[in-house]
């Protein structure tokens, strides 16, 4: 797993919508862009099979967390995904607002992103690590060899993210996929992963009422499935 064909995916990739109308589309070559960002950011903190990410996700998934995600398991990292904290050393990542949750008080760093669409820097003390100022020094590429060795950890289950049943082989570009105020199931994983760097759309929402889902799920086509709390 790498970004090879997602770097070469034209048009919209990987859209997400906010509250209040927030709204941003990238395509797959920004997409991988910010995923080589992160792990420039990552890689100054020893990004590597001793790296573990914990990621809570206390306000569904965002597209800040995703791209981060994928930076440290392409990148060879551990990401950990649950309520509770990893019991060894660990760095997180969370949203403004969630920098003090007991969650992460253990942490060696704490990134914090900010989550409007827009928005070029976090308003955090030098406690913790501003997301959206800092990856933004990080080169679009990477030299770093990215072989999708890293390890997905999902409420204390490995997830076996890279096995290749998980999607259906086509030279087509795979129909959009919705993930709807929610996250993937530990089992969702493989199949939403795959889908994304293999060039599919994704749409991502958080904090949207159900019925401005639905038109936003009328809006991409062809839905190939979906993944979450809601269902079309």
Known sequence: MDLSVIAHTGGPVLIWRGPDFDRLDLTGPVVSNWVNKGVGLFGDYDLGPDFTLFVPLPEGLHWRELVAILSVLLAGGRVVIAAEPPQEDFMALVPFGHEDDESVADADEVFVFNPPALALSTPVDSDFIDVNSAIRAYPDVTSRRLDGSGVLEIDGQVIDWTNSGATA????????????????????????????????????????????????????????????????
Do not use: M, Y
Request: hydrophobic share 35%; charged share 15%.
């Open 169 to 232: 082989g086509t030279r087509t570009r795979p129909q959009g996929l919705l993930v709807a105020n929610s996250t993937p199931l530990p089992g969702e994983w493989p199949c939403f992963l795959q889908h994304l760097l293999g060039g599919g759309e994704v749409l991502l929402t958080t904090q949207v009422d159900d019925a401005r889902i639905t038109d936003l799920a009328d809006g991409l086509g062809v839905v190939r499935g979906t993944l979450g709390t809601w269902t079309k």
